[in-house]
């Protein structure tokens, strides 16, 4: 269980709303920070594009996961949408939470090739690589035992992985980058606010 909590921290009126927004825009990379660092259980190999036979566009996802303990390699993708609709998706607790990433019914989306990656990781290709993609793995802001273990067994995931824990563990190993990426974000929203009194 992680020390800090989502929950707790963003849930909270318009404070909310302004910080979920702010801190959607850098997300992505803590992830790749926790990938750097060798106590993860991953590391991440970049973005991957997944492409069908004969295709000369694909849809591209968020990471490629490799696996520190075994090498197999995963597509994936974070959903971190910590306010959206009053905060439903914020923590991650059953599976029908994912339904609204689908799309339409007839719509391509890089998240319904995603899911068809977790089922059958054959039917694409990644980056024109010779990957051997063993599935995938959802990164979400807040997770439960329990919803983790519901999705990853509706939607044959290889693991779901909680943001949250991963800002947990950054500050529990002390990392460095994390610490200069969130005091170099600081410092540039400071700069924004003094701009906007004027103090240029």
Request: glycine letters at 8%; a neutral charge; hydrophobic letters at 30%.
């Amino acid at each position: 269980m992680a020390a800090i909590s989502f929950e707790k921290f963003f849930k909270d009126s318009e404070r909310g709303k302004f910080l979920s927004r702010l801190f959607g825009i850098f997300s992505e990379e803590i992830v790749r920070i926790w990938c750097g660092d060798t106590r993860s259980r991953y590391e991440d190999l970049g973005r991957p594009t997944l492409k069908k036979n004969g295709e000369k566009r694909g849809r591209t996802l968020d990471f490629t996961f490799k696996s520190r303990k075994d090498g197999s390699i995963y597509v994936g993708e974070l959903k971190c949408e910590l306010e959206y609709q009053n905060y439903r998706y914020l923590t991650l607790k059953e599976p029908s939470q994912l339904e609204h990433h689908k799309g339409k019914a007839n719509e391509d989306t890089g998240f319904k090739r995603f899911l068809d990656m977790a089922r059958d990781p054959k039917q694409y290709t990644v980056n024109g690589k010779n990957y051997t993609v063993s599935g995938a793995v959802l990164v979400w802001g807040s997770v439960t035992d329990e919803g983790g273990e519901a999705v990853m067994k509706e939607y044959g995931l290889a693991d779901v992985l909680s943001l949250q824990e991963i800002v947990d563990d950054l500050v529990k190993w002390n990392n460095r980058k994390y610490y200069e990426l969130v005091e170099e974000r600081a410092k540039w929203c400071q700069e924004l606010f003094e701009f906007l009194k004027g103090n240029t």
